[in-house]
């Protein structure tokens, strides 16, 4: 058997897995009760859109299949989102429309006719704020022109008051039946990356007191998912603001959105200062082009003060005001004390200290969280 042929038999199985692991992650995502819970209401929405199309006035009884594309076009995650997309679409209808009514002055549906509404509709694409209505610009001239055939004006009546209707049913749909609140979701983001700062400090702390170079390391490389993290929680917060707009149930279950904006900002905060230190350990510890260093006489007091943030970190999620007071009050004067410390002390050693760097940082996220104790 070949080197190619051994490559092929080896790699296929490992490439199958992997993509049969891709395959499944993407089958499950589909199936979380979010999707599945939109996916049942936009069924309502069409079957109900599409019973009552065939009772429409006029010409727009003989195309009763838009009432339900119109009651998809508007099913969206939340009702203000599902809202501003229905509206937005029929914007784009309505301009679709006139531009192909425009160019029948140039007569029968032609190359060069159907090329003048397709460019001029990405133009008009482009107008500021149409948002979900500009891919249905080109869309809807083309439909008059190709299927309205000699009876635009039936076509497009029919066709804007269907897409009509469907979006009015569509969003009544997702107004009435369960609309969704965010609210845990963007309450556990936060709780989550709270800890996962916690968790950072104290990883560092404890690679301060082990022997250099430490043995656990996987601290040194979550900068990255550390800021991932961040991001995610401020999509949460935003998701959760956007569920609550326009939405009746909103009443039953009230959120200071606010204070969860206050927290995510707070939180961003401490992350960069997190990264900061991070970085700067990481340089000192492994970095061969780094002159810093810690003074080893500054590595337990240094250690120490980290746990202590960290400590109160963990308690907003764990333990009552009260002692997180207490926690916030120890570690600053653990910070306290070791900068007096560092300020009057000559260090061992001739080379420049790190541990001014990751005291500042650990003073400015104190300052967030003492700011944030004293707002709540």
Partial sequence: MTTTDEATHTGGPSLFRRLWRIVAGNVSSALLWPRLQLAMKAGLAAGVAFAIAPLMPGSAADYPYYAPLGALVAMYENVAGSMKQGVQTLAGLA???GLAFVLFILGSPSPLTVGIVMAFGVVLAGLPKIGAGRDWIPTAALLVLLVGGHNPDTFSFGYLFQMGVGVTVGIIVNLLVFPPLHFRAAELSIAELRLALAQQLRDMATALKESWPPEHEDWSKRSDSLEASARSVRLAVEKADASRRAN??????????????????DLERVTFHVQDVTQVLSDVIWAEDTPFVVPDEYTEPLADAMSAVADILRSIEEESPQEQLERIEAADSAVKALTGRIGAGETATDAPSAAESILMSLHRMLRVVKSSSASD
């Avoid at 009443?251 to 606010?258: A, K, M, T």
């Fill in 95 to 97: 301009i679709g429309i």
């Fill in 248 to 265: 009746p149930r909103r009443r039953l279950h009230p959120r200071d959105i606010e204070l969860d904006y206050r927290n995510l900002r």
